[in-house]
Nanobody, 122 residues
Framework: VQLQASGGDLVQAGGSLRLSCAAS????????MGWFRQAPGKEREFVAA???????RYADSVKGRFTISRDNGKDTVYLQMNSLKPEDTAVYYC?????????????????WGVGTQVTVSS
């Protein structure tokens, strides 16, 4: 099983980025997919998640700015990030949960990808 995240970059405040996470070696459509982030000196935190029926959940800090989506034909989950703020700066991780229910805690996800760095300059 492999989750490969990409799309992180340096962007100015107010800008946009789209992260992608390609999965392999797993029945992608059966998994809840989530995005988490970890800033320096802080704990890893929930950002967004999407279940097999494309029901989504977001952290309050990103609601209205970020959109999670999935393409089961491509085994890929996306995170569209708009109106980025300096406080969004972090390493972003995608994760997979073998359950129908969306989880908000990192320990509810059993599969993790290598993170991708997002840096938002002011």
């Amino acid at each position: 099983v492999q989750l490969q995240a990409s799309g992180g970059d340096l962007v100015q405040a107010g800008g946009s980025l789209r992260l992608s996470c390609a999965a392999s070696g797993m029945p992608f459509r059966n998994y809840v997919m989530g995005w988490f982030r970890q800033a320096p000196g802080k704990e890893r935190e929930f950002v967004a998640a999407i279940n097999r029926n494309s029901i989504t959940r977001y952290a309050d800090s990103v609601k209205g700015r970020f959109t999670i989506s999935r393409d089961n034909g491509k085994d890929t989950v996306y995170l569209q990030m708009n109106s980025l703020k300096p406080e969004d700066t972090a390493v972003y991780y995608c994760a997979a949960r073998a359950s129908s229910g969306i989880g908000y805690m990192s320990n509810e996800y059993g599969k993790w990808g290598v993170g991708t760095q997002v840096t938002v300059s002011s």
